[in-house]
């Protein structure tokens, strides 16, 4: 174990809804990235949270947005969901934004339908 | 483009050596990682390269030229719980992590 966990593991959702995942981050972690991994590809990377602040993000439309709490926990928020939403969303954390070995939680499956 | 390209499968035998490749194109090279994936679990991580050269870790290494944009991974003394998806992930200067989409790996015996 990582010591990495999110919340919920499974998720179903309407097309059009909102959705919020959760991840705590190992004990003395302060970034988190997030990722999104559809079925037998590798993760695509979303963005990164150093000390609350968003220090770097990939290719994803606004309506991904993220926080990070003071504690160094971190919530993705997906509006709108499409149904190519659908997939595996992992969270990373490390100590430094400049990390070299990061962290993984087990992941939210969420579906859209 | 900016792409990450590994091959699909891979197939080997309990106790062989086995050399997964990624060859990578970037704008801004931060480092290149190697991760072990599960099937349905999460990613793990085995490897760190940001100078040339070869990182050595037990059974496995890693290896690194910026010059050619490639990097190996290689897993000596395979066992059947080194069967596995093997991820290669660059870091780009604007902290995007980019990953290959993986090399399934299946060790038999």
């Known amino acids: 174990e990582t010591g990495v966990t999110q919340s919920p593991t499974h998720l179903i959702k309407t097309r059009g809804q909102q959705v919020t995942l959760r991840c705590s981050s190992q004990?003395?972690?302060?970034?988190v990235s997030w990722y999104q991994q559809a079925l037998g590809q590798g993760p695509q990377f979303i963005f990164q949270?150093?000390?609350?602040?968003?220090?770097g993000r990939g290719n994803f439309p606004p309506r991904f947005s993220g926080l990070q709490f003071p504690n160094y926990s971190s919530e993705l928020n997906v509006n709108a969901l499409e149904l190519d939403d659908s997939a595996l969303y992992l969270c990373?954390?490390?100590?430094?934004?400049?990390?070299?070995?990061?962290?993984f939680g087990q992941g939210t499956r969420l579906t859209v339908v | 483009g900016q792409n990450i390209d590994q091959p699909t499968e891979m197939t080997a035998t309990e106790g062989a050596i086995v050399q997964i490749n990624c060859t990578y194109q970037?704008?801004?090279?931060?480092?290149l990682f190697w991760y072990q994936q599960h099937a349905g679990e999460a990613p793990t991580f085995l490897s760190y390269?940001?100078?040339?050269g070869l990182e050595e870790k037990g059974r496995f290494s890693s290896f690194l030229s910026r010059s050619k944009g490639y990097s190996y991974l290689l897993l000596k003394e395979l066992q059947m719980k080194d069967s596995a998806s093997y991820l290669c992930?660059?870091?780009?200067?604007?902290?995007?992590?980019?990953f290959g989409a993986g090399t399934r790996l299946t060790v038999k015996p």
């Open positions: 990373a954390s490390s100590w430094g934004w400049v990390n070299t070995e990061a962290f």
């Open positions: 004990s003395g972690h302060n970034t």
């Open positions: 949270y150093y000390r609350e602040e968003e220090n």
């Open positions: 970037t704008s801004g090279f931060n480092g």
């Open positions: 390269n940001v100078l040339d």
């Open positions: 992930a660059v870091r780009e200067n604007n902290n995007d992590m980019r």
